[in-house]
């Protein structure tokens, strides 16, 4: 190979890397705009959940025979070094139901309910340390062998079913249409 032949490769070499870089940078940023979409997606799926189940809960604070005197939603708490936000929580005075909602269970949900969630309340509230305590699962979709991993962990398993539309009328004295 010649000198000249030498050059030209490492010329034709440079170009091409060029080349890749651009469309390796163009395809990074093809991939952070789905996975913000794909994110953004799920999280609205979460919002969903969330809404559904605060609106069922906060209408009517009983859960398996138990009515509670208030419920409250998204409740962050800080002590230390340990923070945590709690779905929905749920109290009366001597229960406490701790709510993890989802649009779709899984195995990680209840190890996190379990280990994470639970042990942070109980060092965050210590105030309910003499309540009974009560772990939920909120969640649009759980499939029977997680549903079934849930309640041999004592932790209330939370579905939609029957009649779960409300429905709100204008104001009749409006005529929008007109």
């Known amino acids: 190979m010649t000198d000249q032949e030498l ?15 651009e469309q390796m940078k163009k395809t990074d940023e ?5 996975a913000k979409l794909v994110g953004g997606i799920s999280n609205n799926q979460g919002d969903v959940a969330e809404e559904f189940f605060w609106n069922s809960i906060s209408s009517k604070p009983t859960l398996g025979g138990i009515t509670y005197d208030f419920a409250d939603k998204n409740v962050t708490r800080k002590k230390g ?32 309910l379990i280990n994470k969630k639970y042990a942070n ?30 309640l041999k962990n004592n932790i209330m ?13 204008p104001n009749k004295e409006q005529d ?3």
């Open 7 to 21: 050059k030209d490769l490492v010329a034709s070499l440079a170009i091409s890397q060029r080349e890749t870089s």
């Open 176 to 178: 929008v249409y007109s």
């Open 30 to 34: 093809k991939l952070d705009r789905i």
């Open 81 to 112: 070094d340990i923070e945590d936000e709690y779905d929905i929580l749920m109290v009366n005075g001597k229960d406490v139901a701790i709510i993890e909602t989802k649009y779709k269970a899984h195995e990680k949900d209840i190890i996190k």
């Open 157 to 169: 398993v939370l579905q939609r079913k029957g009649d779960v539309i409300e429905t709100i009328l």
């Open 121 to 150: 309340f109980q060092k965050l509230y210590p105030e309910y340390a003499d309540y009974n305590h009560h772990l939920g699962l909120a969640s649009f979709y759980i499939n029977d062998d997680i549903k079934n991993d849930a």
